[in-house]
């Protein structure tokens, strides 16, 4: 007889359902175990007798065998300890078969029998809950597991112990709950930030818009500091938002607790990233940081100092919000719609442009280093502004600075208005200006004449693509909606033209 048990093996954030079958036949004793496992599923028939072992239960001297249907599905990770003891356990008649036919199982057993929590629960959940299945994982892992659903059956017991005394009747686990993360740490605020008028205006435009920002400047202007304070003016995410979110975190195995938070996620690796650490792949696909930062913030200081390829690789995500890793076995899709926020000094000694200084090496100092970002990815930054250094006068002054909360304010309006407008629009996945196509965004913003005449001009004069045409056109309607006015004006499209194209490095 074969008893089978429902899992998931994960494709991007898709949780694709796999059979575990378990068959225990007469014959010399043996564990096979089959189906494209990779060394941490091989691994799990060590842990799976251990475990079986510390809860009093021990296999009979049989052929044992476990296959992973479909069998040519590659299997990674160690969430397949948990069916397939469940399978075994069901085999010699420990737990009653059916009480499995009703659920999907996940986790990894410790060799004491403890169930340890594992990635993806979140989106495993999700595929129980479309299935209509219930779900069995690590007590750890159940409140991840709550998020999906008031419906769906969720056992979260501490132990396989626990688990056969919930299946048998004898003592019932608790349903865990939905738990939000309480952010204890609060976020910097941008009241400390003194003068620097023009970037701090730019940042709560890409804040209201979702658009990329590079800030180009001498050291210690105060780049670092302003860009970090972005997530004090962005709003939270919204409910749809928050679940795409936490898929991605839950699969990459950053839910700490499993409890979700709605602060816009901000990431900031460090110029030694790799490859693959950006965009995503590895021997495991995981998400990259580009992924982590979905529907939230990437932010890249020292932009030229990341390997130009590293770089070039982000210009596919840029784009289409979306990054597709193929390998040989696999080809993965993570959502990947970021904001881009970059940080750069104008050359390597950082004071090029900066009144009475000349660099040691010319003007080569400022186009060398400037050259490492290509122009195709600069292509796709729309604000650019540059941050000179911050004059005695300001800093010794008295600190009046706007708060986060009123800029928040105005940013929260803003986001408001583009999220009716898309979704009056039949977009209602579209939430900002930004994430927006070029024939909605051109039907959005409707120029004037007097626009029309400036844009041409523009267009012509700086040689604007038409990516840049739209993004120009993107960030007017953002500059439109901070001011609550429903026409894009001629004063819109400049101030969005000054962004692109006025700063030191163009
Ligand atoms: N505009 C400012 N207002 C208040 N403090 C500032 C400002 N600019 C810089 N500082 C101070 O200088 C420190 C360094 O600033 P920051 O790290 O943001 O500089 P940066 O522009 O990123 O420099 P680098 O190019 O070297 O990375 C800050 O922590 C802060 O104490
Ligand atoms: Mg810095």
């Not at 021990?58 to 003891?85: C, F, M, Q």
Request: hydrophobic share 45%; proline share 8%.
């Amino acid at each position: 007889m074969v008893t089978r048990v429902a899992t998931v093996a994960f494709q991007g954030i898709e949780a694709v359902p796999v059979d575990v079958q378990v068959q225990v036949a007469p014959g010399l004793p043996k564990f096979l175990l089959v189906g494209l496992p990779d060394k941490a599923v091989k691994e799990s028939s060590e842990r799976v007798h251990a475990a079986l072992y510390a809860s009093g239960l021990s296999l009979p001297p049989r052929r044992i065998t476990v296959n992973l249907a479909p069998a040519d599905l590659p299997k990674e990770g160690s969430h397949y300890d948990l069916p397939i003891a469940l399978g075994l356990m069901a085999a010699i008649g420990a737990i009653p078969s059916d009480a499995l036919s009703r659920h999907l199982a996940l986790g990894e057993l410790g060799l004491d029998g403890r169930l340890a929590p594992t990635a993806g629960v979140l989106p495993a959940a999700i595929a129980a809950a479309a299935r209509e299945l219930g779900i069995i994982c690590a007590a750890d892992s159940g409140p991840e597991a709550a998020w999906a659903g008031d419906e769906i059956d969720i056992i979260a017991p501490e132990s396989l112990l626990a688990l056969c005394n919930h299946l048998g009747g004898f003592q019932l686990c608790s349903r865990p709950v939905a738990r939000r993360r309480v952010e204890i740490a609060g976020l910097p605020d941008l009241s400390e930030v003194r003068g620097q008028e023009v970037a701090r205006r730019a940042l709560e435009v890409a804040a209201a818009g979702g658009h990329n920002l590079l800030l180009i400047g001498p050291p210690g202007a105060g780049k670092s500091m302003l860009a970090s304070r972005l997530p004090s003016i962005l709003p939270p995410l919204d409910p749809r938002e928050l679940l795409d979110v936490s898929m991605i975190q839950s699969i990459a195995g950053e839910l700490a607790g499993g409890a979700l938070s709605d602060r816009r996620p901000f990431r900031a690796p460090h110029h030694s990233a790799s490859m693959a650490a950006l965009v995503g792949g590895g021997l495991r696909v995981r998400p990259g940081e580009v992924s982590l930062a979905h529907n939230g913030v990437l932010f890249l200081d020292e932009l030229p100092e990341f390997a130009p390829g590293v770089l070039d690789s982000l210009r596919q995500p840029l784009e289409s919000g979306e990054t597709v890793i193929a390998r040989a076995n696999a080809r993965v899709t993570f959502p990947a719609r970021f904001q881009l926020i970059a940080a750069m000094n104008p050359c390597k000694c950082g004071l090029a442009g900066t009144p009475g200084h000349t660099c040691r090496r010319g003007d080569a100092c400022a186009a060398d280093y400037q050259a490492r970002v290509s122009g195709p990815f600069l292509d796709r930054i729309d604000l650019r502004v540059d941050v000179p250094a911050v004059s005695a006068a300001d800093m010794i002054g008295p600190a009046d600075s706007e708060s986060s909360a009123t800029v928040a304010g105005r940013v929260g309006q803003a986001r408001e208005l583009q999220r009716q407008r898309y979704a009056e629009a039949g977009e209602p996945r579209i939430f900002t200006n930004a994430a927006a196509g070029p024939t909605l965004i051109e039907k959005v913003v409707n120029p004037d004449k007097e626009s029309q005449a400036l844009l041409l001009q523009a267009a012509e004069r700086f040689r604007l693509s038409a990516r840049a045409y739209h993004r120009v056109l993107k960030v007017a309607r953002t500059l439109a909606d901070l001011a609550g006015v429903e026409r894009v004006a001629r004063p819109h499209i400049a101030e969005a033209l000054s962004y692109r194209v006025g700063f030191a490095g163009a």
